[in-house]
């Protein structure tokens, strides 16, 4: 389960990554790759070459977290740059992508905003 990261940013780094990489090797492509700060309020989300292997980087408080998930069988519908850049995501976005879907939910329910009842 992920910590509380209501107000996180969310970024993928595309392309793909080698998943040997361990938390400061993450955070260090985070800051000179990325020109990011790795500890900001954000999850930094990368991917293997095969799309069946995600790693989810996070800084809470005094210490980071690393998520590690690998797909027994499956890929994941990760975005097809071959770059080394990032592509900033919603948490909605990384709950489909998490989940094995695409990043454009063509029929997925619109986000509502709650209103008063009168």
């Not at 709950?95 to 008063?116: I, N």
Request: glycine letters at 4%; charged letters at 25%.
């Amino acid at each position: 389960m992920i910590p509380d990261v209501s107000a996180a940013q969310v970024y993928l780094a595309l392309g793909s990554t080698d998943m040997r990489k361990s938390i400061d090797g993450l955070a260090v492509l985070v800051k000179e790759s990325f020109r990011l700060d790795p500890f900001s309020n954000a999850l930094f989300v990368f991917c293997n070459r095969k799309r069946d292997k995600l790693k989810i980087l996070y800084w809470e408080n005094n210490g980071f977290w690393l998520y590690y998930r690998r797909l027994e069988r499956g890929r994941f519908q990760w975005p097809d740059h071959v770059t080394d850049q990032t592509m900033h995501v919603t948490k909605r976005q990384l709950r489909w992508l998490l989940d094995g879907l695409s990043l454009d939910q063509k029929q997925a329910h619109p986000p509502v905003t709650a209103r008063t009842i009168l």
